[in-house]
């Protein structure tokens, strides 16, 4: 059961996942895939999206949280 889809974005500085359809007001490249927003036993692992602002870089972490020093801004959905 997959609640939401996730595209990939672009601004002039980086690439991230977003569950906006409309990019956060960036460019949509392509549509990534889909993830269920609570877990369950079929899409148990969390998908986090991570951000470090020394180096204005997204990153998407599973499972673990993100690694120290950088922010979570939030679990995009649950996967395989």
Request: contains cysteine; charged residues 20%.
């Amino acid at each position: 059961n997959c609640d939401w889809s996730s595209d990939v974005c672009s601004s002039d500085l980086a690439h991230f996942l977003s569950t906006d359809p409309a990019c956060e007001g960036t460019t949509a490249e392509r549509l990534l895939g889909y993830a269920a927003t609570t877990p369950s036993s079929a899409m148990p692992r969390p998908l986090r999206r991570c951000y470090n602002s020394s180096e204005t870089a997204h990153l998407h972490w599973l499972d673990a949280r993100c690694p120290s020093g950088v922010e979570e801004e939030s679990i995009l959905g649950y996967v395989r």
